[in-house]
């Protein structure tokens, strides 16, 4: 394989582009070293892609969609290639695990459990629902119309650095699914898990063109994968603010957009909720994935009679989440992807205090890893609402607990925010669930649990966090042109 893992785990082999069907350097011969953020050792040198790059890969897609060697194909083929993906998906499971962990500096248990399965989730998924769509037929006295969902042609999918391998599959797998090609851009922080796809895609049978890879600057290469005229759908994750200049670039030919951006989601604990459930499903909201997750339960939002306890329990079991080495089966939590969000991840927990919030745990790098990233599971509590830590995204393991009264004011609280993804509520009282989850402003709601997905749902976020949704026929909508077809009895 070309880029098979080193015997001994800890590097991997340098990662190239993925153009029709090969692995080629960029043609200016420029590379990046991506970095273990574990280690902040370099991991692997990466092709440094610019706009010529992805000028070719889109051409390759452009041509691959016009021979209709994909589009065309018959469903059933087409849908047979995608599952033999997600079967090869799974048979590499322990190599994609490990490259994904080294990379992202996340828990091994996690990517070999969640992220890497849920993969070849992605791809089963739409590849079944692809064969199983229904079809709209209308009759009139003298014509018939019918529907036709056709692939929308060229496909941009940008991807961010958090869940490199899940989300780029998210796309991937529904709009190949739908007959589309498409340029993936990984994140630079984190591009070694995409390019392994590149010949899992060949294994599988897909044919060369259909899927195409380029690792490289957001700046370049994602400017191109947004304006270029050949392209006719672009799926987008991650900031709020590049999300903005996405759909700037993206006016300029009209294509459309589904933009996943970012949160800062409330996380409501009532006092009729299970405590001790409360306390754990808070924990994980909040510390899974080192708190890199758009979905995180960043705010907690606890009632005034529970407050005390819950901050007590909430804080002994922070005490217990073994911060470590990613690679190790008993880890909780990792290593934050990079050097610079490590700090932009300090700055915040300073910016809080400053601001007056109190700290009840953590606050700092793991004094026994100074080589890594490795930031403690910190608790920031008594914060107001309108400090910057409760309004704006800090991306780490690190909650901001704020008190409320009433469920009114748990309302307004949650709804005071430029964003709009997620949302938890923790109460034993299901009419209040019901209530107060259809009054706060987010996309993705979760009554006692956090992040059950279920792939047939709608995906996606509410104002800052996104436009469209994701996620079974949505995502058909999205990666789709739908054509009425009238004929004349
Ligand atoms: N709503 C969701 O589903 C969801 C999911 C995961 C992450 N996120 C969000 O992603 C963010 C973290 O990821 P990040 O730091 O990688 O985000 P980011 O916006 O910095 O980068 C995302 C991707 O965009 C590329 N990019 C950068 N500038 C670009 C440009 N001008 N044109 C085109 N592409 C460009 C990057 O190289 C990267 O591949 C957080 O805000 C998080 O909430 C949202
Ligand atoms: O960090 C963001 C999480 C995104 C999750 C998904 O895209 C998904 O579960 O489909």
Redesign the pocket.
């Known amino acids: 394989m070309a880029n098979e893992l080193v015997a001994d785990n800890t590097t991997v082999q340098d990662a190239k582009l993925f153009i029709d069907g090969q692995y080629v350097d960029a043609i200016s011969g420029e590379t990046f070293d991506t970095i273990n953020p574990a280690t902040n050792q370099k991991l692997a040198t990466v092709a440094k892609g610019g706009e010529e790059d992805a000028n070719r890969a889109i051409e390759a897609a452009h041509k691959a969609f016009a021979s209709g060697v994909w589009s065309n194909m018959p469903v059933e083929k087409r849908s047979e290639i995608l599952c033999r993906m997600a079967d090869l998906i799974l048979e590499k499971v322990e190599q994609l695990a490990y490259v994904e962990t080294l990379d992202v500096g996340k828990p091994i248990r996690e990517s070999r459990e969640f992220d890497i399965p849920r993969a070849a989730s992605n791809f089963r998924f739409f590849a079944e629902m692809a064969k199983y769509m229904v079809h709209e037929h209308y009759d009139m006295a003298n014509h018939m119309s019918y529907v036709q969902y056709a692939p929308a042609g060229v496909t941009s999918l940008?991807?961010?650095?958090?869940?490199p391998f899940m989300?780029m599959t998210w796309k991937a797998s529904a709009a190949l699914a739908a007959g589309n090609t498409v340029v993936i851009?990984?994140?630079?922080?984190t591009p070694l898990s995409a390019v392994l796809l590149g010949e899992i895609a060949n294994e599988a049978g897909l044919p060369p063109g259909v899927l195409n890879i380029i690792t490289g600057?957001?700046?370049t290469?994602?400017?191109v994968?947004?304006k270029h005229p050949y392209v006719q759908r672009i799926s987008?994750?991650?900031?709020?603010?590049?999300?903005k200049?996405?759909m700037r670039?993206a006016a300029e030919n009209l294509t459309p957009v589904s933009?996943?951006?970012?949160?800062k989601s409330a996380n409501i604990v009532f006092e009729d909720a299970d405590l001790d459930e409360a306390v754990v499903g808070s924990i994980e909201a909040i510390f899974r994935n080192q708190g890199?997750?758009?979905?995180a339960g960043s705010r907690i939002l606890v009632q005034e009679g529970i407050y005390e306890k819950f901050l007590e329990k909430f804080v002994a079991a922070v005490k217990n989440i073994k911060v470590g080495d990613p690679t190790d089966e008993s880890t909780d939590m990792g290593a934050l992807v990079s050097k610079s969000?490590l700090k932009e991840v300090a700055d915040y927990v300073q910016i809080g205090l400053d601001e007056g919030a109190k700290l009840a745990y953590g606050g700092k790098m793991v004094e026994s890893l100074p080589e890594g990233n490795f930031y403690e599971p910190t608790v920031l509590y008594d914060v107001h609402n309108k400090m910057r830590v409760a309004q704006e995204?800090i991306?780490g393991p690190v909650p901001v607990i704020i008190p409320f009264k009433t469920e009114e004011e748990a309302i307004e609280i949650a709804n005071d925010s430029i964003y709009g993804?997620a949302g938890v509520v923790w109460t034993n009282d299901l009419r209040r669930g019901q209530r107060v989850t259809s009054q706060v402003h987010s996309g993705l709601l979760w009554v006692n649990c956090w992040y059950v997905r279920d792939l047939r749902t709608p995906?996606?976020?509410a104002k800052a966090?996104?436009i469209g949704r994701e996620g079974g026929r949505h995502s058909f909508d999205f990666y789709t042109e739908a054509k009425t077809i009238t004929i004349k009895k």
């Open positions: 940008i991807i961010p650095w958090n869940l989300q851009k990984p994140a630079s922080d600057p957001g700046s290469v994602g400017t994968m947004a987008f994750v991650g900031e709020s603010e590049t999300g200049t996405v670039n933009l996943e951006l970012g949160g890199e997750i758009c979905l969000h995204e991306f993804l995906f996606g976020g966090s996104g």
